[in-house]
């Protein structure tokens, strides 16, 4: 008889004061929008071509940042699961930066 075990899958951390949630919401819109927005302003400073070449660059290190930060707060056992930048930016305000005593 095998016995097959699935593990428990703990949710996303539901922030509840509001400083929290703003936290959250900024460090989500600094990993989603990063990368458009350093090509923009390098677009209109510079030249299209090396504002292209920044937001790759900047698309690399984003996501070098995101998987930082999903890795050093998420789980061992969920770290494979597909999070996005709320989900990310969730459980890094919530364990790192606004630790709350219930």
Excluded: H
Aim: proline share 3%; net charge positive.
């Amino acid at each position: 008889m095998q016995t097959d075990f699935i593990n428990q899958i703990i949710p996303t951390p539901i922030l509840k004061t509001s400083k929290c949630k703003i936290v959250a919401l900024l460090l989500r819109i600094f990993l989603q929008f990063t990368s458009y927005i350093v090509a923009l302003v390098v677009w209109y400073l510079y030249d299209y071509f090396i504002a292209a070449g920044l937001f790759f660059l900047s698309f690399l290190i984003m996501g070098i940042i995101r998987s930082k930060l999903r890795n050093s707060v998420i789980p061992k056992t969920q770290q494979e699961y597909q999070y996005s930048a709320k989900g990310i930016a969730d459980w890094y305000t919530a364990y790192e930066l606004c630790i709350e005593i219930e």
